[in-house]
């Protein structure tokens, strides 16, 4: 299977500040999708097709990458940004998630 | 708007068989798309189970092949896990979601402890 290797695991950003994380793909991948999840709530479809943004998603969030290398990035810290971060991939079966980056504020 | 639901039995027994349903509002599973099971670990890793896509077909994660079932109800718009002998390394959350190669819409999940 495809694996999916965040980094770094968890993080910490001040508000304001530029934020970004990684997701490498053991295989390389068409597309990555980004999912945000809040504690003890579902996961949340945040960014798709590697760089388009789910509906009701900030614009100073991006997404970017190919092959086997993406980011997600935050141009400007908000608070509301704290959360767990996750990539998955779906080009080939079974479809398989990164391990999550955990972003605090500092 | 679209909404899916989980239910199941909160407790299970070591090898025994774990079933769940989902119950999906605001539109057909017949229509498009494909409907999946995904677990979340204690620990907060992610699995893909497997889907039933909206033409009836399965498709499931290797890693379970042998113990995993969903099957579904088209008269109820629900579908359903099944998951046969279970250890304690099922403990986790469940999740269905919508989606074939993302997930746009998931449940709000349903904790399934496996303990004797």
């Known amino acids: 299977e495809n694996v999916l290797t965040q980094s770094p695991a968890i993080m910490s950003a001040s508000l304001g500040e530029k934020v970004t994380m990684s997701c490498r793909a053991s295989s390389s991948v068409n597309y990555m999708y980004w999912y945000q999840q809040k504690s003890d709530a579902s996961p949340k479809l945040w960014i798709y097709y590697t760089s388009n943004l789910a509906p009701g998603v900030p614009a100073r969030f991006s997404g970017s990458g190919s092959g086997n290398s993406y980011s997600l990035t935050i141009s400007s810290m908000e608070g509301e940004d704290a959360a767990t971060y996750y990539c998955q991939q779906f080009t080939s079966s079974p479809s398989t998630f990164g391990s999550g980056t955990k972003l605090e504020i500092k | 708007d679209v909404q899916l639901q989980e239910s199941g039995p909160g407790l299970v027994k070591p090898s025994q068989s774990l079933s769940l349903t989902c119950t999906v509002t605001?539109?057909?599973?017949?229509?498009?798309?494909?409907w999946n099971w995904i677990r979340q670990f204690p620990g907060n890793k992610l699995e893909w189970m497997g889907y039933?896509?909206?033409?009836?077909?399965?498709s499931y994660n290797p890693s379970l092949k042998s113990r995993i079932s969903i099957t579904r109800d088209t008269s109820k718009n629900q579908f359903f896990l099944q998951l046969n002998s279970v250890t304690t390394e099922d403990t986790a959350t469940y999740y269905c979601?919508?989606?074939?190669?993302?997930?746009?819409?998931w449940g709000q999940g349903t904790t399934l402890t496996v303990s004797s």
């Open positions: 605001g539109y057909s599973i017949t229509s498009d798309y494909a």
């Open positions: 039933i896509s909206y033409s009836g077909s399965t």
């Open positions: 979601a919508r989606g074939l190669r993302l997930f746009d819409y």
